[in-house]
């Protein structure tokens, strides 16, 4: 085998329905192909690279970036998602680097602050199209990213942006081409974008458990009324019954992403090989996802996010933090349209386009915003 087809010999242990490497729709871009990495390798590597990517360090999951050295941040969850992820593909012979480009770069459009910065910035945006962090993570690596001599953005493969969109309303659909045609004809996107978004669901459900223990917002106590947290506590405290209260919470969070990852392969193994659709065009057709879970698990896992939105994200504290990140989105954004020169000169240019277009900007300079420099931009322009 030559070197410049190593890659494509890793397509033989695929299953038919994934996406294969030299079958992908393409860049918009032209490119030569590279002789060591296939192209959906290219668009992971792309993705860590860029700067979108790094800010993620310092952006609030749930608690705010900084607050404590051990919560997650919006990068160390965009972590675990990938992780998940490749894990499962693996077990199912799905594009196991599609997989994880998807992964990497499904958060790269989420403003400071967390859902309270999406929120705020979609509320200002409102009578200017609104915000959507997924279409701003397209927006980032189609036209934002500056790498490249001969494009903008970082000119990714079509089905790596196309699992960018989680989701997507028909009429912003109509203005994305044939990259939202899914949206408007109701068809499903491919195994490793469904598989994506339910990995995304499994980090953030389990994490952000972990993260509100470790605040002190829950208690150990008030979760065995969840039901997958009490059984696998159970199963913890039954295989360590010397081990002290704090060990066996671990374990039983880590029992709780174990059963669900596991439910994951096997009920989705099971689901395609019921459906056995003939390649990734026939999986696009089914009339609904293939990527899931059990039905048993499935009220579990739901369970526990109505327990994570009640008892954590409503929290009085977690809503004060909410409102003061709000705030200053809501402040930077209309400082900014009356003062569009300040912004950095690529965000400046949209200033003499109209109102919709200097809101888009200020939209973008504000999105890629970390909490730490909004706080700073915020303060700076108050004062």
């Given at each position: 085998?030559?070197?410049?087809?190593?890659?494509?010999?890793?397509?033989?242990?695929?299953?038919?329905?994934?996406?294969?490497?030299?079958?992908?729709?393409?860049?918009?871009?032209?490119?030569?192909?590279?002789?060591?990495?296939?192209?959906?390798?290219?668009?992971?590597?792309?993705?860590?690279?860029?700067?979108?990517?790094?800010?993620?360090?310092?952006?609030?999951?749930?608690?705010?970036?900084?607050?404590?050295?051990?919560?997650?941040?919006?990068?160390?969850?965009?972590?675990?998602?990938?992780?998940?992820?490749?894990?499962?593909?693996?077990?199912?012979?799905?594009?196991?680097?599609?997989?994880?480009?998807?992964?990497?770069?499904?958060?790269?459009?989420?403003?400071?602050?967390?859902?309270?910065?999406?929120?705020?910035?979609?509320?200002?945006?409102?009578?200017?199209?609104?915000?959507?962090?997924?279409?701003?993570?397209?927006?980032?690596?189609?036209?934002?990213?500056?790498?490249?001599?001969?494009?903008?953005?970082?000119?990714?493969?079509?089905?790596?942006?196309?699992?960018?969109?989680?989701?997507?309303?028909?009429?912003?659909?109509?203005?994305?081409?044939?990259?939202?045609?899914?949206?408007?004809?109701?068809?499903?996107?491919?195994?490793?974008?469904?598989?994506?978004?339910?990995?995304?669901?499994?980090?953030?459900?389990?994490?952000?458990?972990?993260?509100g223990l470790r605040s002190g917002l829950l208690e150990?106590?008030?979760?065995?009324?969840?039901?997958?947290?009490?059984?696998?506590?159970?199963?913890?405290?039954?295989?360590?019954?010397?081990?002290?209260?704090?060990?066996?919470?671990?374990?039983?969070?880590?029992?709780?992403?174990?059963?669900?990852?596991?439910?994951?392969?096997?009920?989705?193994?099971?689901?395609?090989?019921?459906?056995?659709?003939?390649?990734?065009?026939?999986?696009?057709?089914?009339?609904?996802?293939?990527?899931?879970?059990?039905?048993?698990?499935?009220?579990?896992?739901?369970?526990?996010?109505?327990?994570?939105t009640e008892r954590l994200y409503h929290h009085p504290r977690m809503q004060q933090e909410y409102a003061?990140?709000?705030?200053?989105?809501?402040?930077?954004?209309?400082?900014?349209?009356?003062?569009?020169?300040?912004?950095?000169?690529?965000?400046?240019?949209?200033?003499?386009?109209?109102?919709?277009?200097?809101?888009?900007?200020?939209?973008?300079?504000?999105?890629?915003?970390?909490?730490?420099?909004?706080?700073?931009?915020?303060?700076?322009?108050?004062?």
């Amino acid at each position: 085998m030559t070197t410049a087809a190593a890659w494509r010999g890793r397509d033989t242990t695929l299953a038919a329905w994934a996406v294969r490497d030299e079958q992908t729709r393409g860049r918009v871009h032209a490119e030569s192909g590279h002789p060591y990495r296939s192209p959906f390798q290219r668009d992971r590597d792309r993705i860590i690279h860029c700067r979108a990517f790094r800010r993620l360090m310092h952006k609030t999951q749930v608690f705010v970036a900084g607050e404590g050295d051990h919560f997650r941040t919006r990068l160390t969850h965009t972590m675990e998602v990938a992780q998940i992820a490749r894990t499962v593909a693996a077990c199912l012979r799905l594009n196991q680097d599609l997989t994880e480009a998807i992964c990497l770069g499904h958060d790269l459009g989420h403003p400071p602050f967390g859902h309270a910065g999406q929120t705020a910035l979609n509320r200002c945006m409102a009578e200017h199209g609104g915000f959507e962090h997924n279409l701003q993570a397209l927006r980032i690596v189609d036209k934002l990213e500056h790498r490249y001599a001969g494009f903008p953005g970082l000119n990714l493969c079509w089905e790596t942006r196309e699992g960018l969109l989680k989701r997507c309303s028909r009429r912003q659909a109509r203005t994305l081409g044939d990259l939202g045609e899914r949206f408007i004809r109701r068809r499903q996107p491919s195994l490793e974008a469904q598989l994506a978004n339910v990995a995304d669901e499994i980090a953030y459900n389990h994490h952000d458990l972990d993260d509100g223990l470790r605040s002190g917002l829950l208690e150990p106590g008030e979760l065995m009324a969840v039901r997958l947290f009490r059984e696998c506590h159970e199963e913890a405290a039954g295989g360590f019954p010397r081990a002290d209260g704090g060990a066996l919470v671990s374990e039983a969070i880590r029992g709780m992403i174990d059963r669900v990852v596991s439910d994951l392969i096997e009920t989705t193994s099971a689901n395609l090989k019921e459906a056995m659709p003939g390649d990734a065009d026939a999986v696009r057709g089914w009339p609904k996802p293939l990527v899931g879970l059990s039905d048993p698990v499935d009220e579990r896992h739901r369970e526990l996010a109505r327990f994570l939105t009640e008892r954590l994200y409503h929290h009085p504290r977690m809503q004060q933090e909410y409102a003061r990140g709000g705030a200053v989105v809501d402040a930077l954004f209309h400082y900014y349209m009356s003062h569009p020169d300040e912004m950095p000169g690529r965000h400046s240019r949209g200033r003499e386009r109209g109102a919709e277009a200097r809101a888009r900007a200020v939209a973008d300079y504000i999105a890629g915003m970390t909490d730490r420099y909004a706080s700073r931009r915020c303060r700076a322009v108050q004062s």
